[in-house]
């Protein structure tokens, strides 16, 4: 028997009705997580990073919509779930972490309240809930987690709010784990910090992880295959170690190239010219053609598909070699 | 030093805060607790560190933004917190800021042309005609069309926005300018434009930058020399090479080995500190640094490190050096 994978999404069609037009914030997104795997989807602002884990999620706000695609949770398909079935893949079988706590977090619970009432909903009785929640903050390193967790969400800092809200995501042992920007609002040290217990839950856990960054450098650090993301689409996609050696597609290069690096500090930087098109109105075609620097003719006319190049790695692109 | 531009001696800013429900003893935030540092012409120095570390404190102070508590601030010699307020006005010319936010500083209700002639209004310099031509060379001078002066900057991107921010901060043709945070709101392709932009800037018009960042590769980039900042001091200071390669402060190294760099197959020591950053209410006796130190010894708990000099130009405040 084949194992289908543990996420699979196909043809995500995610858009906006406004007053001045239909906003395709992702058009045509596909992309699988294995079992285990950490899978970086990477992106600038407005690329649809975002969108699409709230997608796969069912929690885009209206007037956003998913128009169309599959999303395929160890085979079963998310979008044919009706709210309250939707509701109980979110509570058990797919954690969340975003990069404000308090999106997740009650305020006007304490911390221990908010975990055991997730454990309770799995079963068993209060007091095991409570030493659940307890044993979850010591998972999550917070320091005197048995005097901690009577805390309120505003009593702590930022960095240990961060590990209430992945203690609340993981109470319920789930197999896909979504972070959307999880370290990006925190201190550097208190980044490292988080990034280096992520990385020791995923991989004692068997956790699959849809790392959502803006930061390259935190794909290289965390994940095992990324995804680069530009204006709604998918244009390069493979193994991490593979992309930063070898981009195939213009647009990874220049990302990759645009950020200070020890090797060159103090040198020009490379720099993408112009901004990302407006999504009510794509252009025609590739949709970094307009800013790319190896831009052919036909690039202008004809949008390039995500093509194979070699076992794993995908482009989108027909100049790129 | 002979000839400095900027020469900070001691500068602090002590907050009050506010007393607790019971009306307990005031207490006192130390933001900046006596920071020292010279700036010669044409150079960058780097300030960097993470919030509250009093980087931007420590840039406002120089502006006189923020009136000092204690310290000296020469700026081409003359002593600034003793000019009477005339002479202050006239210096302040030679040094401007540009901050964040492109879109939390720039007046919503202004076209461009405006907001970069502002400066020359309140300075009155030229005409009104003299300024709109100034406004477009000032445009152009950042890589925009002059026919933006006529837009508003909602119209603007954050690039285009922080293009304005940075002309409106030239107007005056400053000396020194204090850049606060001027790409961290911006995406890396942007931030690469603009970084370019001011490192051009420099070398057309001989500016002298005090660039504070929260990302040390940012500052590692456009600095010629860097000073880290923790709890309100400056724990080493030094030239960009020497910070980055030869970091001699525990709290540089840290801060060195937790930035994710997007490479891979880059091999680094990795120096993860304890905890988290101490409240500025209850510093820490001894070095500041010391609950979050990796190689924390007795004395650091006692004793405040004095800075003391580990390479040309190159000093850190440790006891681990002695």
């Known amino acids: 028997m084949i194992v289908p994978p543990l996420l699979e999404v196909s043809g995500l069609r995610t858009e906006f009705e406004t007053a001045r037009g239909t906003i395709l914030a992702v058009d045509g997104v596909s992309f699988t997580i294995e079992r285990g795997e950490v899978l970086g989807l990477v992106g600038e602002s407005g690329c649809g990073k975002s969108v699409t884990s709230l997608s796969i999620l069912r929690l885009v706000p209206p007037p956003g919509r998913v128009a169309a695609g599959r999303i395929l949770l160890e085979g079963e398909d998310l979008l044919a779930k009706d709210a309250e079935a939707m509701r109980r893949v979110r509570g058990a079988r797919i954690g969340m972490v975003f990069q404000e706590p308090m999106t997740s977090l009650n305020p006007v619970f304490s911390i221990g309240d908010q975990i055991a009432a997730a454990a309770l909903a799995h079963g068993g009785g209060r007091t095991a809930a409570w030493r659940r929640a307890v044993e979850m903050l010591q998972l999550v390193q917070v320091p005197s987690a048995r005097e901690r967790v009577g805390d309120y969400p505003h009593q702590l800092s930022g960095g240990l709010r961060q590990r209430a809200m992945l203690a609340l995501a993981l109470v319920s042992g789930p197999r896909l784990l979504i972070a959307d920007e999880p370290t990006t609002a925190l201190d550097v040290t208190i980044q490292a910090q988080i990034l280096d217990l992520l990385r020791r839950l995923q991989a004692e856990r068997g956790m699959s992880v849809l790392m959502i960054t803006h930061d390259l450098g935190v794909v290289a650090e965390l994940c095992h295959r990324v995804a680069v993301i530009y204006a709604g689409r998918i244009v390069e996609m493979g193994p991490v170690a593979r992309i930063f050696e070898r981009p195939l597609h213009p647009y990874t290069r220049g990302l990759l190239r645009c950020l200070p690096h020890p090797s060159r500090f103090g040198r020009p930087l490379f720099s993408i010219e112009g901004v990302p098109p407006d999504l009510r109105r794509t252009p025609v075609g590739c949709r970094f053609a307009p800013r790319c620097p190896d831009v052919i003719e036909s690039c202008r006319r004809v949008e390039p598909a995500l093509t194979e190049r070699e076992p794993g790695h995908s482009v989108a692109c027909p100049v790129s070699t | ?322």
């Open chain 2, 1 to 322: 030093m002979a000839g400095a531009l900027l020469e900070v001696q001691g500068l602090a800013k002590w907050f009050e805060a506010a007393p607790g429900w019971l009306g307990r003893r005031r207490r006192v935030i130390r933001a900046v607790d006596g920071v020292s540092f010279a700036l010669q012409p044409g150079e960058t120095l780097g300030l960097v560190g993470e919030s509250g570390c009093g980087k931007s404190t420590t840039g406002r102070l120089i502006l006189r933004l923020i009136e000092p508590s204690a310290g000296q601030i020469r700026l081409e010699g003359r002593d600034l917190l003793g000019l009477p307020s005339r002479e202050l006005w006239a210096a302040r010319r030679r040094m401007q800021i540009v901050f964040q936010d492109p879109f939390g500083s720039l007046n919503p209700r202004m076209r461009v042309g405006r907001i970069i002639a502002e400066p020359l209004a309140i300075y009155g310099e030229a005409d009104a005609a003299g300024r709109s031509r100034r406004v477009g060379e000032l445009l152009e001078l950042v890589g925009l069309d002059a026919a933006y002066a006529e837009r508003y900057p909602h119209e603007l991107s954050g690039g285009q926005r922080q293009r304005i921010g940075i002309a409106a901060a030239l107007a005056l043709a400053p000396a020194l300018i204090v850049a606060d945070e001027p790409v961290s709101a911006l995406d890396v392709s942007v931030q690469a434009q603009v970084l370019n932009l001011l490192m051009d800037l420099r070398a057309r018009l001989g500016l002298t930058y005090l660039f504070i960042s929260h990302d040390l590769h940012v500052v590692l980039h456009m600095s010629d020399r860097v000073a880290v900042m923790y709890l309100g001091e400056i724990v080493e200071i030094g030239p960009r090479d020497a910070i980055h390669r030869e970091p001699r402060h525990p709290y540089t190294r840290v801060l060195l080995s937790a930035v994710p760099v997007a490479d891979p197959g880059l091999r680094r020591e990795r120096v993860v500190p304890i905890g988290e950053v101490a409240s500025p209410l209850a510093m820490p006796a001894g070095c500041r640094f010391h609950p979050r130190c990796p190689f924390v010894m007795a004395r650091c708990r006692e004793e405040v490190p004095a800075s003391r000099e580990v390479g040309a130009g190159h000093l850190a405040a440790c006891h681990l050096l002695d």
